[in-house]
């Protein structure tokens, strides 16, 4: 039994996912192939750089210089290991290169965001490549180059360059831009009697890389929901294989999903008894089964009349999760781009007039009322605009971005409230204790009135309730919802994110209908952006916590908090008697 089950699992689970989604490389020819090669090899270097970042941060950038200043927290120093540097640049050349020849393919719009993706580090780091172009001719070339880089993106889409020429600029356009900058800083850095030497290369370095952590926020706050779905899914399939190996009887799975519920509520009355103030911890759940009553009652009108099937409920989450990760991401965006600005004021003419507005504006942005102010408002303008929408075309998508500005309002409105330890912070374990609570009173007070256990069970997805089940005990376990990874990698919070880019990458490849150069230049963008991401999480674990805290840490517990919070109240609201049609688990 237990190996039908493992064959199951890994069949379904695994093999078909990454079978039937995989990034592959059509309609390009040679060139083409040589992009999506060269895009693997650079991912895989990449993630190996991340699982091998404990022993690299081992490693000493020269002899007596193992650790170096760090600008983002003065006094604490930052190891840059020997090979960090190079296969940072190199990495970044690949993604740089993978995604010029991406944009160009892609659609209009996600050929803008590629294109933005890309100058965001290449003018960063051109600007320290120019202020030093007295020390190295190669200095003069970088920043030039990378004003090229959108203007040729243009031309060859007007132009509809051929798959070849493009890979041929591409190749051009990077190498000179990153590779440039990447021969001026050592040559400037290291050169004798240059003002602060080797610490200087490592506090700007450091800086630069912290700077790009907003190209990272995305995916880290689409990790969290990942987590929660991932699980669902797993649980899923579980619950499959067993009614499968139990020849379609109901009752193994019936017994064990009562047993994972019971066992979830136990759980819960666990942590409220061993609360430092019981009373309040009471208050609390009572508070977050009000917000899962709203979500369940806005998600029966908001979905009324859809099918509500598990793949219809996660179909809703691939299209409002991207857009509450890049909103809430979007809240860097002015700070990141008043620094590049002002890098590139300082590195052309050596003013400075931009340091103090871009100051000013990180002081304000800095401010806990700033973040809870941008939170509220855009928490009410997804339910707004939700509303608007299912109120004459009812949606899965609609229900879910305004179950998650529900949620959001919430968790950001009890957080500011209440920020005292005593209280606790609102979390997604909150949504699992609540949840477990109202689910087991659920079907006690239906079975009594129902005086029947067939009514009882036909009134539900049995297959359905053991994954529901399995997922509450593993959230409420602790650490597998905030970072069910993270002893791997031995830093919370980067193994979340890291698994989601990892499994974004396997299986993102498929989602769309574009098919030929479009759907090869988005696969592209896929891989540049996978490539850029894994890089930056990799150097943020070489280098020490620093890096990786502000550049995954913040942001992947937002998306365990919010939209790990959201896709589980909409398992649970689609799955509860009463919908259209009752949800129903994956298909084989």
């Not at 990378?146 to 190498?175: E, H």
């Not at 597998?480 to 499994?503: M, T």
Request: with cysteine; glycine share 12%.
């Amino acid at each position: 039994m237990g190996q039908l089950i493992g064959r199951d699992f890994l069949r379904a689970f695994i093999a078909n996912p990454v079978r039937e989604n995989a990034i592959r490389a059509r309609g390009g020819g040679a060139s083409g192939v040589m992009v999506v090669s060269l895009g693997l090899v650079a991912f895989g270097v990449a993630a190996l750089g991340v699982l091998l970042a404990a022993r690299l941060a081992a490693l000493p950038i020269g002899p007596g210089s193992a650790t170096l200043g760090s600008a983002t927290a003065p006094g604490r120093p930052v190891g840059i290991p020997v090979f960090a540097y190079p296969a940072l640049m190199c990495l970044l050349l690949f993604a740089v290169a993978i995604g010029i020849f991406g944009a160009t393919f892609a659609k209009r719009t996600l050929a803008t965001l590629a294109v933005v993706m890309l100058l965001v580090p290449t003018v960063l780091l051109a600007g320290t490549a120019w202020q030093f172009r007295s020390s190295a001719w190669s200095g003069y070339l970088a920043l030039p180059t990378v004003a090229l880089i959108a203007p040729a993106v243009v031309a060859m889409r007007r132009r509809q360059a051929s798959a070849d020429l493009v890979i041929v600029v591409a190749a051009i356009l990077a190498s000179l831009a990153v590779g440039a900058t990447a021969i001026t800083q050592i040559i400037a850095y290291t050169a004798a009697g240059t003002s602060g030497g080797l610490p200087l290369f490592g506090a700007g370095l450091e800086q630069v890389v912290t700077m790009l952590g907003v190209l990272v926020a995305p995916m880290a706050i689409l990790a969290g929901g990942g987590a929660v779905s991932f699980a669902r899914t797993a649980t899923g399939f579980v619950g499959r294989s067993i009614e499968r190996t139990a020849r379609g009887r109901s009752a193994p799975l019936v017994v064990i999903a009562t047993l994972l519920l019971v066992l979830a509520v136990a759980m819960t009355v666990m942590d409220v008894a061993g609360a430092r103030s019981p009373g309040r911890w009471l208050v609390r759940l009572a508070v977050t089964a009000a917000v899962m009553v709203l979500g369940i009652a806005w998600w029966r009108w908001a979905a009324r009349g859809v099918p509500a099937t598990a793949d219809a409920v996660e179909s809703g989450a691939s299209t409002g999760a991207p857009t509450v990760a890049i909103v809430l991401a979007a809240f860097t965006a002015p700070l990141t781009l008043g620094l590049v600005a002002a890098s590139v004021l300082s590195a052309v003419g050596g003013g400075t007039g931009l340091v103090g507005p871009v100051t000013r504006l990180a002081d304000a942005m800095g401010h806990a009322w700033t973040g809870t102010t941008y939170a509220l408002l855009v928490g009410a303008l997804f339910l707004a605009a939700a509303a608007y929408v299912a109120r004459s075309r009812p949606s899965l998508a609609a229900a879910w971005l305004g179950l998650a500005g529900l949620v959001l309002i919430a968790l950001v409105g009890w957080n500011q409230l209440f920020p005292g330890p005593e209280w606790g912070g609102f979390t997604i374990t909150d949504i699992a204790r609540a949840g477990s609570v109202l689910l087991l009173a659920g079907a006690v007070w239906l079975l009594v009135r129902l005086r029947s256990l067939p009514l009882l069970l036909a009134a539900f997805d049995v297959r359905e309730a053991f994954a529901i089940s399995g997922v509450l005990v593993l959230i409420l376990q602790g650490s597998f919802a905030a970072d069910p990874f993270g002893a791997l990698f031995g830093f919370a919070g980067i193994g979340l994110v890291f698994f989601g880019v990892v499994w974004g990458f396997l299986t993102s490849g498929a989602h769309s209908s574009v098919t030929g150069l479009p759907g090869l230049g988005r696969t592209a963008v896929l891989l540049s952006y996978a490539v850029l991401s894994t890089t930056l999480l990799a150097w943020g674990l070489a280098t020490g916590p620093d890096a990786h805290a502000t550049m995954s840490g913040a942001f992947g517990q937002v998306g365990s908090n919010l939209l790990g919070s959201t896709v589980l109240l909409a398992l649970i609201a689609a799955w509860l008697p009463g919908q259209s049609t009752p949800i129903h688990s994956r298909a084989a």
